[in-house]
Every structure is written in structure tokens, then in C-alpha cells.
């Protein structure tokens, strides 16, 4: 199968990804950090080095470098860790829905007031969230990409205004982590990235990274490895926020990935582009085909096909072609009811550096036929 999923879950895993998260389960199924031999040593070890190349990769202090076991654990994280009732937090139409329903369940509770922006007539989404802001404003969250269209946001100048306001700015980084260079000395005060997409680790890898600056109170509480006198959660991090036993096989693993992203970022970020560039011109030729992305270095190409769902569409690709894309509303409703695709949602392709331009035009060439079948003329 041709997979172009790569957004939902990086479908490529490097050889050394695989082999250490296989070494790591054969040879060291050991709790990391919890008893003092040298196999629980060794496996805390893995995961100190994991947390240090993510802190020089990020610009963050390696302590305030927090593993969970998905991006969306880590968004909740960094939300409900740093309410302040009666507060009002801005967030965008462009998001995913792990940062939506956190955020209106607190609504909803009525903990917080909330609004979700749209980019203005000139597409300017910096200045809409500027005008909404209040004097109990405290909080910005956004993603760097819309995991619908791969629209980059300007993540980097959004977080200039959070800073000049004083307002907190969390970064939902799960389509842009291993695509895009982050730091967050850019006003960024919290990142959260799925370890298991662009960033080339294993599904249970999550990462919460954020500045010395913020404080984040835990969700979650139980045994540390540390302190273990104390009936209250440690107050130093990362134990604060990492209670209970660790997921040694992927966060050796993401490693592995992040290694690998880290020296050749630019390059792989140049061939995504030039994927999506491919591909959506190639999908202009098509008439009865709407593409709904620019291209981008996150591989992401999203479209319609008229008079078909793209749920059906989706179907004909994976039972006729042999190509695995998403159909859909990507978990991203308010996105599509900006673009008005909310009835039929947009296919979506994502492509992984390790996708060929010949899988590509074969691509191309199934929606032209889709395009030309009977029941959709």
C-alpha cells in the first residue's frame, strides 16, 4: 500500500528507531529510575538523553522537557495545568480538537470565557487575536500547522504579542515537530509534539516542553521514583508532571528520530514542499477538484472532489488504488466550517520524505480516474 497518513501517524520508521525500541524491550524491561540496579539505571539514562537532545533542539532547560504518551495528553497538560479561573484564553479556528474540547470543557464549566478567532479578510490572524484581547486575558493557545491544509501559522509572531501583553502562549507542535525549527525563546511558553509523526519515534511518544518561566500544576499523581516519603507530588520538575511508569521503548526510540531530524531538518522540510508543490499543481489540471492547501514543508495536501464525500473518495483510493490517505474533518471542525467543508469534509494526503513523486503521480492519476467514473459525472 502507498501510504500518504503521515500526518495521523508517520508510517516510516528508521531502521535505528525500530532496533532500539526492540533492544529496549528484549534486554531492558526494567522501570527506569525506580529501583537503584543497573538495568533501571541504564533505562533512566535513555531517557536523560532523550530529554537533553529535545532541549537543545527546542531551547528549553532538559528539566522542564515532560514526556506523555501522545500530543493531546500534553496539550491537556499544559491547559488545565495553568487555568486561572475567570480568566479569558483566545485559541483559533485552525485547531484540532484536542486543543477545542479541552478548552470549551472549561468553558462549559464555566472557569473560563473563551474566543475562537478567524484570520481577518486579509488573512491576518495576528491582528484578529490581538482585537480580542482583554484585560483578563491570560492565556493564547494555537497550533503552528493546520493539520488540515498544512497552513503554517505565524506562530513566531503570535507569540511576540502574547509576550508583549504577558499573556501565556502554549504551541500545539503535532504536525510541525521534525518539520519546522522551533524555539522557544520566541515567546513561546509551552510546546507540546506527538514523538510518533514528523518526528520519526513510535505511537506513546508525547512531549511537553516549556520555559522556566511557566508553571504547570500536575493532572496526574502517583509514584516518581523520587521523594517517596512524601504523600504530596514532588515540586521540582520533571517529576512533577511525570507520575507513574514511563514508556522506556518509545522515548529511547524518539531518540533515535529526533537525532535524525535534528541533522537533516532543512533537507527533509525542502522535499515536503516540493511534494505538495507536485502535487497540487498537478490537481489544478483537475476540473471537477478543489485543493484547499498551498504548498508547505509539513507534506500536507488537502482537496474535494465534486459531487463525492471524501469519506467515499477515501474508500475508492484504499479498496481500488491501494493508497491509504484520510477523509474527513481531521478532528478539526472549526476549520472546516471556516473553509465550508463541514458537510463533506476534504480528503487529505501527507506525505513523509520517503514517499516517491512516483507514488505521487500515481496518486494523481487514481483521482483523475475517480474523477471520470460513471458516478461521478
Do not use: W
Not at 139 to 144: D, E, F, N, R, S
Amino acid at each position: 500500500m502507498i501510504y500518504f497518513d503521515n500526518a495521523a501517524t508517520g508510517g516510516f520508521k528508521p531502521s535505528a528507531v525500530v532496533e532500539d525500541a526492540y533492544s529496549i524491550i528484549k534486554y531492558l524491561s526494567a522501570n527506569p529510575g525506580r529501583s537503584g540496579h543497573r538495568l533501571s539505571v541504564t533505562g533512566q539514562e535513555r531517557i536523560y538523553k532523550c530529554r537533553k537532545v529535545l532541549s537543545e533542539m527546542y531551547n528549553s532547560p532538559d528539566d522542564r522537557v515532560v514526556f506523555t504518551k501522545n500530543c493531546t495528553e500534553s496539550l491537556n497538560i499544559a491547559i488545565f495545568g495553568t487555568i486561572k479561573k475567570g480568566g479569558h484564553v483566545i485559541t483559533t479556528c485552525y485547531e484540532h480538537n484536542s486543543v477545542l474540547r479541552p478548552l470549551f470543557h472549561l468553558k462549559d464549566l464555566g472557569l473560563i470565557s473563551l474566543d475562537v478567532v478567524s484570520p481577518d479578510s486579509n488573512g491576518d490572524i495576528v491582528g484578529a487575536i490581538s482585537s480580542k484581547i482583554k484585560s483578563n486575558t491570560y492565556l493564547i493557545v494555537t497550533t503552528a500547522v493546520s493539520n488540515v491544509t498544512g497552513e503554517v501559522l505565524p506562530f513566531e509572531k503570535i507569540g511576540a504579542l502574547a509576550k508583549k501583553h504577558g499573556l501565556l502562549y502554549i504551541l500545539d507542535g503535532a504536525q510541525a515537530g521534525g518539520h519546522l525549527k522551533i524555539n522557544l525563546n520566541s515567546g513561546i511558553n509551552a510546546l507540546c509534539l506527538a514523538g510518533h509523526k514528523g518526528l520519526y519515534g513510535i505511537m506513546g511518544s508525547g512531549v511537553l516542553i516549556f520555559d522556566k518561566n511557566t508553571e504547570i500544576s500536575p493532572l496526574i499523581f502517583g509514584g516518581t521514583g523520587s521523594m517517596s516519603y512524601s504523600l504530596s507530588q514532588p515540586e521540582v520538575y520533571p517529576e512533577k508532571l511525570e507520575a507513574g511508569t514511563l514508556n522506556l521503548p518509545a522515548i529511547s526510540a524518539l531518540y533515535e528520530g529526533v537525532c535524525l531530524i535534528r541533522d537533516n531538518l532543512d533537507n527533509f522540510s525542502r522535499h515536503l514542499y516540493a511534494y505538495t508543490e507536485r502535487t497540487i499543481n498537478a490537481l489544478k489540471l483537475c476540473p471537477k477538484v478543489t485543493c484547499y492547501s498551498k504548498p508547505n514543508p509539513c507534506g500536507i495536501v488537502a482537496f474535494k472532489i465534486d459531487d463525492i464525500s471524501s469519506e467515499q473518495a477515501s474508500d475508492l483510493l484504499n479498496s481500488d488504488y491501494d493508497v491509504a490517505v484520510r477523509g474527513g474533518l481531521h478532528c478539526a471542525p472549526k476549520m472546516h466550517e471556516f473553509l465550508g467543508t463541514q458537510n463533506e469534509g476534504l480528503i487529505r494526503a501527507s506525505y513523509a520524505v520517503q514517499n516517491t513523486t512516483r507514488e505521487i503521480d500515481y496518486f494523481v492519476k487514481s483521482i483523475i480516474n475517480i474523477c471520470n467514473a460513471p458516478f461521478n459525472k
